[in-house]
């Protein structure tokens, strides 16, 4: 079925002035001849043609030029004055609406990411307040309290001291951590990449953690049939520090007598996959796209109770992007935990 749809400009010109030509051209071969008729609706048909397309292409297409105008919200260069003058008039409306279509969506879709992130900034601001003021307010506690007359009782002044101490550590290992965050964000951080087995910087963390496994009876272990060693290309002592953090976590979210397995694979010739699984609480599945967000805790289990900074697996994320590589996650509550990233593999020479 023919259709006016898709037809541009010029076409629809033509069209307009050849059903206005035909009936001219008609009347007159009634009243003279038919060759009288038919040149006159050539004529009739030329002139009518470049006017309707005239109207077309310089008055509705100048007000389209202006809509893609502030569509890209950019002042136009030569390359895209060529394009609206010579591109854009052979597009059929059709085409135009598609193209105003997909910008309305596109901004549509920028909006809402700009208010996701809106909404993010204010939770990281009223997480990082939060995270401030209660060692603040304690460390306020312990001094006025002291310098109300519990500083002449030493059974009382040396507790009050070590606790302050405590907070004034968190507070330093808080803002540490916030800048690592900044550093690695910005790229100043440089990354010092080597060839060095996973598997042995595995059991060295197993090992400098093994005081927190042991007290909750946690065994950490290599996959059997992972143990085969493999090499990777990375900056070892940022890699330490991610399977630091997730091993500390595993341990402070497992249960007690529970398990830890590290698995080791090579996905193909150029990377090497590293998970780590626990069999602890696991998390909810509607918190799973936000655990690396920075102070981002869960709502079960994950509390502030359990210590840290709630900027660990934010590092651990910005480390191994560093490295242009991805970390994933898969976990089910009472079921455990599985957290994972790639690396590069062996670089030869």
């Known amino acids: 079925m023919f259709t006016t749809k898709n037809l541009s400009p010029r076409q629809l010109s033509a069209l307009t002035a050849l059903m206005l030509a035909v009936p001219v051209g008609c009347c007159i071969a009634l009243i003279e001849n038919m060759w009288m008729g038919l040149v006159s609706a050539v004529l009739f048909f030329s002139v009518s043609f470049f006017l309707i397309a005239f109207v077309l292409e310089w008055f ?6 202006l809509i893609y105008k502030f569509i890209y919200q950019t002042k136009a260069s030569k390359r895209e004055e060529v394009y609206y003058n010579y591109i854009l008039p052979k597009k059929s409306i059709d085409e135009v609406s598609q193209d105003v279509e997909r910008w309305a969506v596109q901004r549509s879709a920028e909006i809402d990411l700009l208010k996701r992130n809106a909404e ?44 302050a101490a405590r907070n004034v550590n968190r507070m330093v290992h808080l803002i540490e951590d916030l800048d690592e965050i900044a550093r690695l964000e910005s790229g100043e951080q440089p990354l010092y990449k080597q060839n060095f087995v996973i598997q042995d910087l595995i059991k060295d963390v197993f090992e400098s953690l093994s005081i927190l496994t042991t007290e909750k009876q946690i065994t950490c272990s290599i996959k059997k049939g992972c143990e085969q060693p493999i090499t990777v290309f990375a900056d070892r002592e940022k890699i330490q520090q991610v399977i630091n953090n997730l091993v500390a976590n595993a341990t402070k979210y497992g249960k007690s007598g529970g398990t830890i397995v590290a698995s080791i694979y090579k996905t193909d010739e150029e990377y090497v996959l590293i998970e780590f699984s626990d069999d602890g609480i696991g998390i909810a599945e509607e918190h799973l796209d936000r655990i690396f967000e920075r102070f981002y805790r869960t709502d079960r289990g994950r509390s502030r109770d359990v210590g840290g900074t709630g900027l660990g697996l934010a590092i651990c994320k910005h480390i191994i992007e560093a490295h242009k590589q991805i970390m994933h996650v898969r976990s089910k509550p009472d079921i455990g935990t599985t957290i994972g990233f790639t690396l590069q593999g062996k670089r030869e020479g």
């Open 60 to 65: 509705i297409y100048r007000k389209i030029k």
């Open 120 to 163: 993010y900034r204010k939770e990281f601001l009223q997480n990082l307040s939060h995270e401030f003021k209660t060692p603040i307010f304690t460390i306020q506690s312990y001094v006025d309290t002291l310098l109300g007359g519990a500083l002449d009782d030493p059974a009382v002044n040396k507790r009050f001291l070590e606790n």
